[in-house]
């Protein structure tokens, strides 16, 4: 398994179903059923993607443009992919783009992306060949008089240039999904949050563990009354860790105990050895989370979570669907891509300010801890610097 954790994720984004997915019989009739014919959409929302850059380098192949938005048009150029990304070209004709793996959900019939902007212009044209009808957009400025929506993906970034590239959508009023880290600091992300709620834009953003199968049943089982109340979580990312990429992908578990137990962390403590780490995250009026990063498993699956509810039921679940991860990855991916489109429609922002705010707070508290021997840092600390 590769050292570098964003290289980990990179590779599974395009190799995943090029290994073959063998997707257990249930799972591909469910499904394929055939959708009745519905009247065309009174509206079809025009989406404005951006790519975000790595330190000011453009991310030719985003895969949080080319797979996470990708939901969001109607139309898909095989052959051209083929010709940017032929690793991963056989995951999108086995499942990604496949039209009997679409969960009911598939083809989206009101979403259309119409343009795309990085600030590298050379960067848009393979994007816009893949995906017919997509134009390169010269300006946000400009594309933000043309759209409907803003998809802002970035892969492995640090979120540096986050505000720049979603505050013109935020001021018109645009619904944003803006990706982690969204702010790359406490104060970038409240920077972003803050200026989202001054012009009453709702804005979105999440880990993709959100919208795991597993995840959205561990939330079933927790609303219901047959389990009671979760009272302990255990993420655990499976990519060998280093901090700079803990900043980035450890969000990713973070996100995972915020999804389950909700914000008010308290205090964070974390601690590493050698590729691996643990982080803490303590509560005034809960028992404490575990964040794993680096953990050793036997099967690869990126990431695992343990959930301990208070009637004796334990639940532990993996991005997979039966055994199978390129298709449990599929359904993550699309459950992102309608949370969003929901929000077009509702204007609804399906996670609290809050969360999205810990998050980042979280990760940077983790920090500081490492470098004083571990000890409990209150978020506090973190919020206020």
């Given at each position: 398994?590769?050292?570098?954790?964003?290289?980990?994720?990179?590779?599974?984004?395009?190799?995943?179903?090029?290994?073959?997915?063998?997707?257990?019989?249930?799972?591909?009739?469910?499904?394929?059923?055939?959708?009745?014919?519905?009247?065309?959409?009174?509206?079809?929302?025009?989406?404005?993607?951006?790519?975000?850059?790595?330190?000011?380098?453009?991310?030719?192949?985003n895969g949080h443009t080319?797979?996470?938005?990708?939901?969001?048009?109607?139309?898909?150029?095989?052959?051209?992919?083929?010709?940017?990304?032929?690793?991963?070209?056989?995951?999108?004709?086995?499942?990604?783009?496949?039209?009997?793996?679409?969960?009911?959900?598939?083809?989206?019939?009101?979403?259309?992306?119409?343009?795309?902007?990085?600030?590298?212009?050379?960067?848009?044209?393979?994007?816009?060949?893949?995906?017919?009808?997509?134009q390169a957009a010269t300006?946000?400025?400009?594309?933000?008089?043309?759209?409907?929506?803003?998809?802002?993906?970035?892969?492995?970034?640090?979120?540096?240039?986050?505000?720049?590239?979603?505050?013109?959508?935020?001021?018109?009023?645009?619904?944003?999904?803006?990706?982690?880290?969204?702010?790359?600091?406490?104060?970038?992300?409240?920077?972003?949050?803050?200026?989202?709620?001054?012009?009453?834009?709702?804005?979105?953003?999440?880990?993709i563990f959100r919208y795991?199968?597993?995840?959205?049943?561990?939330?079933?089982?927790?609303?219901?009354?047959?389990?009671?109340?979760?009272?302990?979580?255990?993420?655990?990312?499976?990519?060998?860790?280093?901090?700079?990429?803990?900043?980035?992908?450890?969000?990713?578990?973070?996100?995972?105990?915020?999804?389950?137990?909700?914000?008010?962390?308290?205090?964070?403590?974390?601690?590493?050895?050698?590729?691996?780490?643990?982080?803490?995250?303590?509560?005034?009026?809960?028992?404490?989370?575990?964040?794993?990063?680096?953990?050793?498993?036997?099967?690869?699956?990126?990431?695992?979570?343990?959930?301990?509810?208070?009637?004796?039921?334990?639940?532990?679940?993996?991005?997979?669907?039966?055994?199978?991860?390129?298709?449990?990855?599929?359904?993550?991916?699309?459950?992102?891509?309608?949370?969003?489109?929901?929000?077009?429609?509702?204007?609804?922002?399906?996670?609290?300010?809050?969360?999205?705010?810990?998050?980042?707070?979280?990760?940077?508290?983790?920090?500081?801890?490492?470098?004083?021997?571990?000890?409990?840092?209150?978020?506090?600390?973190?919020?206020?610097?």
């Open positions: 398994m590769p050292a570098d954790p964003g290289v980990s994720r990179r590779h599974w984004f395009s190799t995943a179903g090029a290994a073959g997915a063998t997707l257990a019989s249930t799972a591909v009739a469910a499904a394929a059923v055939s959708a009745p014919q519905a009247a065309p959409p009174k509206k079809v929302f025009r989406i404005g993607v951006v790519s975000a850059a790595i330190h000011g380098k453009s991310q030719k192949l080319w797979h996470f938005a990708q939901y969001l048009h109607p139309e898909f150029n095989f052959d051209a992919f083929k010709k940017y990304n032929p690793n991963g070209h056989p995951s999108f004709v086995k499942v990604y783009r496949n039209p009997e793996y679409r969960f009911d959900l598939l083809p989206f019939p009101d979403t259309r992306i119409t343009h795309y902007y990085d600030a590298d212009p050379t960067s848009a044209g393979p994007f816009c060949e893949v995906f017919p009808g997509v300006s946000l400025e400009k594309m933000c008089e043309e759209v409907d929506g803003i998809w802002m993906g970035d892969a492995s970034g640090f979120g540096e240039d986050h505000f720049d590239l979603v505050a013109p959508g935020l001021a018109k009023g645009l619904p944003t999904f803006c990706d982690k880290p969204i702010g790359g600091t406490v104060a970038g992300t409240k920077k972003i949050l803050d200026f989202a709620r001054q012009h009453k834009t709702p804005i979105m953003s999440s880990s795991e199968w597993g995840m959205e049943n561990a939330l079933r089982m927790r609303d219901s009354d047959d389990y009671g109340a979760i009272e302990h979580v255990s993420a655990r990312l499976h990519s060998r860790y280093r901090l700079e990429g803990f900043m980035i992908y450890g969000q990713h578990p973070v996100w995972t105990v915020m999804t389950l137990m909700g914000a008010g962390v308290d205090a964070v403590s974390m601690y590493e050895y050698i590729d691996t780490s643990h982080t803490l995250m303590t509560y005034k009026d809960r028992y404490p989370c575990h964040v794993w990063y680096g953990q050793p498993y036997e099967r690869f699956e990126y990431n695992r979570t343990d959930v301990y509810f208070k009637k004796n039921k334990n639940y532990s679940f993996t991005p997979s669907i039966e055994g199978d991860f390129a298709y449990g990855h599929h359904y993550e991916m699309i459950r992102m891509a309608a949370t969003f489109r929901d929000m077009l429609h509702t204007r609804v922002e399906p996670v609290p300010h809050q969360e999205i705010l810990e998050v980042t707070a979280v990760v940077h508290a983790a920090a500081k801890s490492l470098g004083e021997k571990s000890r409990l840092v209150k978020l506090a600390e973190v919020m206020e610097g």
